[in-house]
């Protein structure tokens, strides 16, 4: 039987035991304004907006499903949300420059990537409370997350570094460093912890790093601006924003190649998250004000939602795993 990979990808939160409500609604974060934009679903219109601090960038479920968390950067906070509302449960203040954030895969360590602060910090979890482990220095720019099935490895890429960095998690120390290219940014590990798949923003493509021999084994050819990924829980599928380019690349993670580009599109597409039913691809455009839809039947963008300026970080509970299955 197979069981869920269970490598954090930090697109648009986690989907952990999430189930349908009547009242749910699309979560976008308006990163340039300090808001969220809260976006019905079905009809794919906004219908209200909420207070967040400064920079909300991205944001993640909790492990028991019962909050979401939005990475507040600049106001050095952690917002809790219900999940299905968007409505504000509770302010955790004191969480520095938290850029982007995560969950190891048994839900122990809570790692959060100062961007500003050129630092990453490993939290220990216990399942409602967060104690800080150690504060460790990364410089420089440490924005992506993810980790590896063992629980003990996370992976944060340096952009102005050109780097990947490992970590473990149970000394907090830095394992290793390794050159990867021009501006890496969002990360991906493929099923069995394999490969690990990273976005080269100041590139055009997608490096294959062989993470267990420290070696790039490959570059993807994808568009420019390669950035984050969002898996299309098909088991061979994985979709990957090309920020400059203004495109979405199809690659086949069995096979390392590109199947497909997604064309049409608003500029900046980022964070996307994808429909329960896995028809639906939504995408936040980071340099448009716009979320829009993308129909992967025909793979084309068929509805945009003005929002606030600079969306980033997009969730709905109501939403396909972001895991990929374990080859047999």
């Given at each position: 039987m197979k069981k869920p990979f269970a490598t954090a990808l930090l697109l648009g939160g986690l989907a952990w035991g999430a189930l349908a409500h009547a009242d749910d609604k699309v979560i976008v974060l308006d990163s340039g304004e300090a808001k969220l934009s809260l976006i019905d679903e079905a009809s794919r219109?906004?219908?209200?907006?909420e207070p967040t601090g400064k920079e909300p960038h991205h944001l993640m479920i909790t492990p028991d499903g019962k909050s979401l968390i939005v990475a507040d950067s600049v106001s050095n906070d952690l917002l809790f949300l219900d999940p299905h509302t968007g409505q504000i449960q509770r302010r955790l203040e004191g969480i520095e420059d938290p850029y982007q954030l995560g969950f190891s895969p048994d839900r122990k360590w809570f790692v959060t990537a100062g961007l500003r602060l050129d630092r990453v910090d490993v939290y220990h979890y216990d399942g409602q409370n967060l104690t800080i482990a150690k504060r460790i220095?990364?410089?420089?720019?440490?924005?992506?997350?993810?980790?590896?099935?063992?629980?003990?490895?996370?992976?944060?890429?340096?952009?102005?570094?050109?780097?990947?960095?490992a970590i473990d998690l149970p000394t907090q120390?830095?394992?290793?460093?390794?050159?990867?290219?021009?501006?890496?940014?969002?990360?991906?590990?493929?099923?069995?912890?394999?490969?690990?798949?990273?976005?080269?923003?100041?590139?055009?493509n997608v490096a294959v790093v062989d993470w267990h021999n420290r070696t790039v084994v490959k570059k993807i050819q994808t568009g420019r601006g390669a950035h984050n990924f969002r898996n299309l829980d098909d088991g061979k599928h994985i979709a990957?924003?090309?920020?400059?380019?203004?495109?979405?690349?199809?690659?086949?993670?069995?096979?390392?190649?590109?199947?497909?580009?997604?064309?049409g599109l608003?500029?900046?597409?980022?964070?996307?998250?994808?429909?329960?039913?896995?028809?639906?691809?939504?995408?936040?455009?980071?340099?448009?004000?716009?979320?829009?839809?993308?129909?992967?039947?025909?793979?084309?963008?068929?509805?945009?939602?003005?929002?606030?300026?600079?969306?980033?970080?997009?969730?709905?509970?109501?939403?396909?795993?972001?895991?990929?299955?374990?080859?047999?």
């Amino acid at each position: 039987m197979k069981k869920p990979f269970a490598t954090a990808l930090l697109l648009g939160g986690l989907a952990w035991g999430a189930l349908a409500h009547a009242d749910d609604k699309v979560i976008v974060l308006d990163s340039g304004e300090a808001k969220l934009s809260l976006i019905d679903e079905a009809s794919r219109t906004v219908v209200g907006t909420e207070p967040t601090g400064k920079e909300p960038h991205h944001l993640m479920i909790t492990p028991d499903g019962k909050s979401l968390i939005v990475a507040d950067s600049v106001s050095n906070d952690l917002l809790f949300l219900d999940p299905h509302t968007g409505q504000i449960q509770r302010r955790l203040e004191g969480i520095e420059d938290p850029y982007q954030l995560g969950f190891s895969p048994d839900r122990k360590w809570f790692v959060t990537a100062g961007l500003r602060l050129d630092r990453v910090d490993v939290y220990h979890y216990d399942g409602q409370n967060l104690t800080i482990a150690k504060r460790i220095p990364l410089a420089k720019t440490p924005s992506h997350i993810t980790f590896a099935s063992d629980n003990k490895t996370a992976f944060v890429t340096l952009q102005d570094t050109g780097e990947v960095a490992a970590i473990d998690l149970p000394t907090q120390t830095v394992l290793w460093k390794l050159q990867v290219g021009n501006t890496p940014a969002g990360l991906w590990m493929t099923p069995g912890d394999k490969y690990l798949l990273v976005g080269m923003t100041g590139e055009d493509n997608v490096a294959v790093v062989d993470w267990h021999n420290r070696t790039v084994v490959k570059k993807i050819q994808t568009g420019r601006g390669a950035h984050n990924f969002r898996n299309l829980d098909d088991g061979k599928h994985i979709a990957v924003s090309n920020r400059v380019e203004s495109t979405i690349s199809i690659l086949d993670y069995t096979t390392l190649t590109k199947v497909a580009d997604i064309t049409g599109l608003r500029p900046g597409p980022d964070d996307m998250e994808l429909s329960a039913d896995k028809r639906y691809l939504w995408v936040t455009f980071r340099f448009a004000k716009h979320v829009g839809v993308i129909d992967l039947t025909t793979r084309k963008l068929i509805d945009t939602i003005a929002v606030g300026r600079s969306p980033h970080g997009i969730y709905f509970a109501n939403s396909a795993p972001v895991y990929a299955p374990n080859p047999d």
